[in-house]
């Protein structure tokens, strides 16, 4: 059973907005601006999309944000494209050189 | 830029060890900290812990009396032994470069399937 919560899936129309939420507790994702969001395409390795609650890696198209309000962070991807079609899963540092993760979001581009 | 790739028999006994060896390629392993993630097939991830280029090591409490997780900085390879291994350590496994405590996990390599029969 993961630590974090998300949920299964979430879907959009190309061009429109989704949102991913991560809930965690107030010893992980509430007391540390130390979550990531991974997006990984089926038989692919998971690649960085988000680090410390709203950083972008280079690389990353800015149609991809993040965000935090007390124990749930978010992931927001705009402008929704095909290639977004994949499972995004979040990490929180939990403390004690602990790590949780979320169970992943299945994200449809309908 | 820095590349990683997971080496190791892709079946392990039950009971026996599992040892998997992660090369970093394109940059020294004589820095940053070096992970260990896995994921069972069709499930989520899981943290199994990190090294530091020092040797400090760090596990997944629900994993740290089974783990070991070692440096070579002269063949710049990091491994992994999980010992007592059942079909529930069935899973791919990845190796990644760590931004402590950040949890920014970043590169991965490819990741290698290890099979435990049941």
């Known amino acids: 059973q993961s630590a974090l919560t998300q949920p299964p899936s979430a879907s959009g129309s190309p061009g429109q907005s989704v949102t991913i939420s991560c809930t965690g507790t107030?010893?992980?994702?509430?007391?540390?601006?130390?979550v990531s969001w991974y997006q990984q395409h089926p038989g692919k390795a998971p690649k960085l999309m988000i680090s410390e609650v709203s950083k972008r890696p280079s690389g990353v198209p800015d149609r991809f944000s993040g965000s935090k309000s007390g124990n749930t962070a978010s992931l927001t991807v705009s402008g929704l494209q095909a290639e977004d079609e994949a499972d995004y899963y979040c990490i929180s540092y939990a403390g004690s050189n602990n790590y949780v993760f979320g169970p992943g979001t299945k994200v449809t581009v309908l | 830029q820095v590349q990683l790739q997971e080496s190791g028999p892709g079946l392990v006994k039950p009971s026996e060890t599992l040892s998997l060896t992660c090369t970093v390629s394109g940059g020294s392993i004589s820095s940053s900290f070096w992970s260990w993630i896995r994921q069972p097939p069709g499930k989520g991830l899981e943290w199994i812990g990190y090294?530091?280029?020092?040797?400090?090591?760090y596990y997944n409490p629900s994993l740290k009396s089974r783990v070991t997780i070692s440096l070579d900085t002269s063949k710049n390879q990091f491994s992994l032994k999980l010992n007592t291994v059942t079909a529930a350590d069935t899973a791919v496994y990845y190796c990644?470069?760590?931004?402590?405590?950040?949890?920014?996990?970043?590169?991965w390599g490819q990741g290698t399937l290890v099979t435990v029969p049941s």
């Open positions: 090294i530091y280029f020092s040797g400090s090591t």
């Open positions: 107030s010893s992980d994702v509430g007391a540390y601006n130390y």
């Open positions: 990644a470069r760590a931004g402590v405590p950040a949890a920014a996990f970043d590169p």
